[in-house]
């Protein structure tokens, strides 16, 4: 209050403060101003009147307001308190935490000042700081919930779901209807892979609070994940109801849409979450990469896709420019990954690609990675660094890193590995045990790059750059003298800090330098060391074979098959007799096996043909079923444009024939590369029609059962070459060997 108020000012400003408390803001309002009319210099009613124009939105005028308090009587700790909030509200976070320390400095004890410096620092993304200072509050007020609640919040972000959990359960036994704490506990649960816990904790919140919007907002997330993807839209779609202004509701309602196929509606829900939000780094990323479609309808919509994002990068690079570093903290929330999908070299465009974000994350991390720049310790090993999303049972897994863990020579290489995702299983506990240094997801980019820093490799590993956000955004970033990717993502990464290339002689054509931007390394056979876990087959319940009509087996996720190879199975089934073909049903985009079996109708109408008579689709089948099913099939069509290793590894340790068309790019060549290393190539063809003639010469061999049950055996036989290939192992140490000592 004024020092020496007019008479009847002090009774005028009690009843302003008392409408204030009561939430009667425009009555207090009106008084606040009314005692201004009579003393213009009266700080209390200066600074109340500035509190309410920050409830009311109106921050700027909060700040004059509250500043012109301060000038009156520097000496009230609420006075710089509140103007920190007014700051803060106005992203002027470091003004912010200064007028925080000023209230703080007259007022050691302020614990919502120590409260308020952690919301600031985490807004900016400066953790340790707000755990710091969310601590220093705690322990001025050890029941501060929403204290608790944020500092689980903070400790989520770091990665440290076990602290959370414990920061969120004192928050709801101190407040046990605390919505926001139960929803934020669910997040916490979903990151921990227990998806189950955190339906109930999502449901809980919005039980307590049907309209909080983050609540249905985490729930779409949870189902996205899930694949369960209309219920995903359902989610998002009320969190947008409860709170049209919903950036965040807007961007991954975009990604559901994405995720059921729907391209243009997706696009326009990031537009959305951009005009809410303009610096929105993941929803402008979202809308650049949206324009790839996760499968092709037509030809036209195939061949066109190139064009389509290379326009789209073109828009994001301008986008970029006007603020650089701001697209660097969302690298890896969305990856061009379909693009590989997609015919012809995609090589030059995914550099294009990496040009951008390469930088983009450098100038954002650049303070967090200057403690990786230090020069190497010596050491009497070399340290090599596995990063990974699937240190599970997972095909990355199986076929491109376990090897690696398994028999690289622990004498001259220590072992350390990251594993980014939450899902383990008893792939992981092995995993765990064998190397120097195990460390488990997820965490925050932060984090991870805090965990390099103490670890200071020789050579980072990327078995495969493209499915996890968390790799994607690590291997943007140059974090270790030598980085290499592997080909769990057969496709060049087209990152700079990205070296060398691990593929295999027997995957890459001549002149196969040229589809990548790393340099190309060819290690011995499909350079790679692979042990088939033992499978009991299962019988497959599938339906009675119909005399002389040959089963064929199309094995690959949907997405996969190009529209210009229609037509090949089609006249496959044509000109080779009573057949039919089973499409596996993909767990992650069922309607997409919808699609696929549709657009192969169409090709085989036009044949003449009646696509019930043919088409199949059976269910994804866990290996023990799958491998049952393989039993029952008869010939093996690997999809010509983007081959599969792990189902045509799985296949000819059935015995089971395969026909593939070996293509110009790695991605086209897998199953050729296998077959090579088994001995049996006279299922590889180099076009179209050797393709085609292949399979219709096999459907009638193999009505002579005699004769295919000896061919069968024999690649039974052959299959176990495919396994056991310790010289890439050996090639690959060499060439980390050399590499280090260079």
Request: glycine share 8%.
């Amino acid at each position: 209050m004024s020092k020496e108020a007019p008479p009847g000012v002090q009774e005028v400003f009690a009843a302003a403060l008392r409408h204030h408390q009561a939430g009667r803001l425009g009555e207090a309002e009106q008084l606040y101003r009314q005692i201004l009319l009579i003393d213009s210099h009266h700080a209390d009613a200066l600074h109340f009147l500035g509190v309410l124009s920050h409830q009311a939105g109106g921050n700027e005028s909060a700040v004059e307001l509250i500043g012109k308090a301060i000038a009156q009587n520097g000496r009230v700790p609420a006075f710089h308190n509140n103007l920190g909030n007014a700051l803060k509200a106005l992203g002027r976070w470091e003004e912010a935490v200064l007028s925080y320390g000023r209230a703080l400095t007259l007022k050691p004890d302020l614990f919502t000042a120590h409260y308020n410096i952690g919301l600031a620092r985490q807004a900016q993304g400066n953790l340790a700081e707000a755990v710091a200072s969310y601590g220093r509050a705690l322990a001025l007020k050890p029941d501060y919930v929403e204290a608790h609640g944020n500092l689980g919040n903070t400790l989520q972000a770091q990665g440290r779901l076990a602290e959370a959990v414990a920061c969120y359960g004192r928050a709801l036994s101190l407040e046990p209807n605390y919505a926001e704490a139960h929803s934020n506990l669910g997040n916490v649960l979903r990151a921990q892979g227990k998806p189950a816990e955190a339906l109930a904790s999502f449901e809980r919140a919005l039980a307590l609070k049907p309209g909080l919007a983050e609540a249905h907002l985490n729930l779409g997330i949870l189902f996205t994940e899930q694949g369960n993807l209309e219920r995903a839209v359902a989610c998002l779609q009320r969190a947008l109801a409860c709170k049209p202004d919903y950036a965040e509701a807007h961007h991954y309602l975009g990604n559901a849409l994405r995720e059921q196929g729907k391209l243009e509606e997706a696009v326009a829900c990031y537009g959305r979450a951009l005009a809410l939000k303009p610096d929105y780094a993941s929803a402008r990323l979202g809308a650049a990469i949206g324009v790839i479609p996760i499968f092709a309808n037509s030809v036209a919509d195939s061949a066109g896709a190139v064009g389509k994002f290379s326009r789209s990068l073109d828009e994001l690079c301008d986008w970029s420019r006007s603020g650089p570093g701001r697209l660097g903290s969302s690298v890896g929330s969305h990856q061009p990954f379909y693009l590989a999908y997609r015919p012809g070299d995609v090589g030059a465009l995914l550099s294009r690609y990496g040009d951008l974000v390469g930088p983009e994350s450098a100038v954002h991390w650049g303070q967090k990675i200057d403690a990786l720049r230090s020069v190497q310790p010596r050491r009497n090993r070399i340290r090599l660094l596995v990063v990974s999303g699937h240190v599970r049972r997972h095909p990355v897994w199986d076929v491109v890193l376990r090897g690696i863990i398994a028999h690289v020579d622990r004498r001259q290489f220590e072992i350390h590995l990251y594993h980014t995702g939450s899902t383990v299983d008893e792939e992981t506990d092995w995993a765990r045990s064998r190397v120097d240094r195990f460390v488990q997801g997820p965490k925050s980019s932060e984090t991870w790059l805090y965990e390099i820093a103490q670890d200071l490799p020789d050579v980072l590993f990327y078995p495969e750059v493209g499915m996890d956000p968390t790799t994607c955004a690590l291997a943007a970033l140059q974090l270790a003298p030598l980085q290499i990717a592997g080909w769990g993502h057969p496709v060049t990464t087209g990152l700079p800090s990205m070296n060398m290339f691990m593929s295999g002689e027997f995957l890459e054509g001549p002149g196969a330098e040229q589809h990548y931007r790393e340099r190309l390394i060819r290690l011995p056979g499909t350079g790679v060391c692979t042990e088939l876990a033992e499978v009991r087959a299962q019988h497959w319940k599938g339906p009675d074979r119909q005399r002389h009509v040959v089963r064929f087996a199309l094995c690959q996720q949907p997405i996969k098959f190009d529209p210009a190879d229609d037509v090949l199975l089609a006249r496959i089934a044509k000109d080779g007799g009573p057949s039919e073909f089973w499409l596996a049903s993909s767990h992650t985009h069922p309607w997409a096996t919808a699609k696929l079996r549709d657009r192969l109708a169409g090709a085989f109408r036009t044949e003449g043909l009646d696509p019930d008579a043919y088409l199949r689709v059976m269910p994804w089948l866990p290996r023990e079923q799958f491998a049952g099913f393989l039993d029952e099939m008869d010939v093996y069509l690997d999809c010509p444009a983007f081959s599969g290793y792990t189902t045509a590894w799985a296949a000819v340790h059935r015995g089971l024939p395969i026909v593939t068309r070996e293509g110009e790019y790695l991605r086209q060549r897998l199953a050729a590369g296998l077959l090579r290393q088994i001995g049996i190539t006279d299922g590889i063809a180099m076009t179209g029609d050797q393709y085609a003639q292949i399979a219709i010469r096999w459907a009638q061999e193999c009505r002579q059962s005699d004769l295919w049950a000896a061919r069968r055996e024999e690649i039974r036989r052959a299959a176990t070459k495919a396994d056991g290939n310790r010289s890439a192992v050996r090639a690959f140490e060499q060439v980390l060997l050399n590499a280090v000592e260079n």
